[in-house]
């Protein structure tokens, strides 16, 4: 991520504009020019302003904010991110537990010292990302589809079923035939007698086979670069109840710091919430969008089943979908204008998000890591140019860069 560094607090660029038309004439280009030269407040670049730990002053923060302005810098958005140093008394340092009511007062300065000084505030609804920390119970974290795949021996009569964790429930149980280390479609059935942990099967089986054991399970994945006393599971972006209890516990929190004047956009980073393919009324929520039942397709979503797999799996995704825009996109763009603010958001990555998805922001966001591909950047461009939009925001310089010689180095 492209910082600059400002007294040992890391701020990384955005971009937010209307961009150039491809062709003008020349009193029009002059025009252009001048505007780069002095651009309007609302075309300036914003910093990603980290605060680590966060142990933040009153003092350093003005300081900081002065500097920003002085640099023709319009705004910024703060997020507490991960210590840097552990309290030392000696040197005056301390880190402020988030939420605690000195980070809040430090982000009431902040605030206040902005509005005087004409900057821009964003705020990032939380620590690190993505959104989760210690007020996520286990019920609550992403969910995944967990899968075992135990090996039957030949003429066994009874497979023990895997452990289950806090959070877990099992689903479903098939005997699969295999050959050549693949799956038999047609020799798939599912398995109904599961008593005190053990399957059992009415006759011996024949030839090479194994049980797979589908399993609603929780990725376990914690918050990436929290602050101090922001530590936790991530939150199921699935499941409105967790996200609204989320928004009550932290968010409302974050907003109060701020009084009758609410930051300009509150901000979610991309969508990193890795193996989060489940919820808990996934089985139901399918049957009722879809029309059939999952449960005895499950293995089309880890084999190959015959013709109708392809289709099974883009239910699958299409629902978990249609859940992250109405569970968690939805209920968050509505949130923030209750609050009087808007929701600026890098809308892609897992779940999966579509352009469409996009729907639901009011400031797309895209980054710029992905020099081969289809950028992020472009996709959400692109889903301004849907929604009639004219602001795309992107975080212009971000990952790491290769230096002409030496090392990697985080930029």
């Given at each position: ?14 971009f937010a504009?209307?961009?150039?038309p491809?062709a ?12 780069f ?10 910093m ?5 730990g966060p ?10 904010m002065r500097?920003m ?18 309290d ?30 004409g ?17 996520v119970p286990?019920t609550?974290?992403?969910?995944r ?5 135990v090996?039957?021996?030949?003429g ?15 689903l ?20 109904d ?27 376990g ?5 929290p ?7 991530v939150?199921?972006h699935?499941d ?10 932290v968010g409302?929190?974050?907003?109060s ?5 609410p ?12 193996d ?10 399918f049957?009722?969008?879809r ?11 880890v084999?190959d089943m ?7 799996r ?6 978990l ?7 968690f996109?939805?209920?968050l763009?509505?949130?923030?204008h209750?609050k009087?603010?808007?929701?600026r ?13 996009n729907?639901h ?7 710029g ?9 472009r ?6 140019h ?25 930029t």
């Amino acid at each position: 991520m492209n910082k600059l560094v400002l007294g040992g607090v890391v701020a990384s660029v955005l971009f937010a504009g209307p961009a150039a038309p491809a062709a003008a004439p020349p009193a029009a280009l002059a025009e252009l020019q001048r505007s780069f030269l002095d651009p309007p407040d609302d075309s300036r670049i914003m910093m990603r302003w980290w605060w680590f730990g966060p142990a933040v002053t009153p003092a350093q923060l003005e300081r900081e904010m002065r500097l920003m302005k002085e640099a023709g810098i319009g705004g910024f958005e703060i997020q507490p991110v991960y210590p840097l140093s552990l309290d030392d008394p000696a040197r005056g340092l301390r880190n402020l537990p988030f939420l605690s009511p000195e980070f809040l007062a430090a982000v009431r300065f902040t605030s206040d010292t902005a509005r005087t000084l004409g900057l821009r505030v964003d705020l990032t609804l939380g620590s690190g990302w993505p959104y989760g920390g210690p007020q996520v119970p286990i019920t609550q974290a992403a969910g995944r589809l967990r899968v075992e795949r135990v090996a039957l021996a030949a003429g066994a009569r009874r497979i023990a079923v895997p452990d289950l964790g806090a959070g877990e429930t099992l689903l479903a149980v098939f005997l699969a035939g295999k050959e050549a280390d693949a799956i038999v479609p047609g020799s798939v059935r599912e398995l109904d007698a599961v008593t005190d942990g053990v399957v059992r099967l009415s006759e011996g089986i024949d030839g090479p086979h194994e049980v797979l054991f589908f399993i609603a399970s929780r990725t376990g994945m914690m918050v990436k670069r929290p602050a101090v006393a922001a530590e936790g599971f991530v939150l199921d972006h699935y499941d409105r109840g967790a996200v609204l209890a989320y928004l009550g516990s932290v968010g409302d929190r974050l907003l109060s710091a701020f009084g009758s004047e609410p930051p300009y956009a509150v901000f979610c980073d991309s969508l990193e919430v890795f193996d989060s393919d489940w919820t808990g009324d996934m089985l139901e929520e399918f049957r009722r969008r879809r029309g059939y039942d999952l449960r005895p397709h499950l293995p089309a979503l880890v084999a190959d089943m015959g013709p109708d797999t392809a289709a099974i799996r883009h239910d699958w995704g299409r629902t978990l979908t249609e859940l992250l825009e109405e569970r968690f996109l939805a209920p968050l763009a509505d949130w923030a204008h209750r609050k009087g603010t808007r929701l600026r958001i890098q809308g892609y990555g897992i779940p999966p998000a579509t352009i469409a998805s996009n729907v639901h922001a009011d400031l797309s966001e895209g980054e710029g890591h992905q020099w081969k591909a289809l950028r992020s950047s472009r996709w959400a461009s692109s889903a301004n140019h849907l929604f009639g939009r004219t602001v795309t925001s992107s975080e212009t310089w971000t990952w790491l860069t290769r230096l002409p010689s030496g090392p990697r180095r985080s930029t």
